[in-house]
């Protein structure tokens, strides 16, 4: 969308009832597909925060009681299906404490996707990830150092995440494979 579109968006009636309406069954359904749908338009859009805030809050308190359920049941997660949204909403949660340098609380939720993402691609990329804050290295330095600026994801259902690095994944982790069996060792016990 360009500006003009944007612009229109914001001011259209007609769009801005759809939204709203959207947004009322998202929450009420606690359906994340269309939560996220909302999010992303409020997000584009620039609304209002106190409603960006309340989506998001919602879409965190969902995905994390499903994740909780899933960890209980022994079940991991596919990119394959819906299970893409509690993905998305752990994932989001985790760079957004990375970004805020909760070293800690970003590697807890880093450790608990890579323990149960079926999809070895996105789990070898969360690691990269999870030794990355495990080492306390910044955000920025994180995009600076690792991550390759220059490929886009390669398949579609990546888009979320950052999976293209400068370096090669299975080296690197094998080269810090002591530091992930610290990590092991430190937050193992949150799979129990």
């Known amino acids: 969308m360009n500006d003009k579109e944007l612009q229109e968006a914001r001011t259209n009636p007609e769009f801005l009832n759809y939204l709203e309406t959207r947004e009322k069954e998202a929450i009420a359904s606690e359906n994340l597909e269309i939560l996220y749908e909302v999010l992303d338009n409020l997000l584009i859009l620039d609304l209002e925060e106190v ?9 965190l308190r969902v995905a994390f009681d499903d994740i909780e359920d899933r960890l209980n049941g022994g079940n991991k997660l596919s990119l394959l299906n819906d299970d893409i949204y509690l993905i998305r909403a752990f994932y989001e ?19 608990i996707l890579s323990r ?29 150092t690792l991550v ?45």
């Open 116 to 144: 149960i993402i079926e999809d070895k691609k996105l789990s070898s990329a969360i690691k990269i990830h999870l030794i990355a804050c495990a080492k306390s290295i910044d955000m920025d330095k994180f995009q600076d």
């Open 51 to 59: 409603r960006i805030n309340k989506i998001y809050e919602t879409i």
């Open 148 to 192: 390759s600026q220059d490929q886009m994801a390669d398949d579609e259902v990546y888009g979320y995440f950052i999976v293209n690095f400068r370096v090669d994944t299975k080296e690197y982790i094998s080269e810090n494979r002591e530091i992930l069996g610290d990590l092991l060792d430190e937050l193992g016990h949150m799979l129990d």
């Open 93 to 111: 949660h985790a760079i957004e404490k990375w970004s805020n340098e909760n070293f800690q609380g970003a590697k807890e939720l880093f450790f």
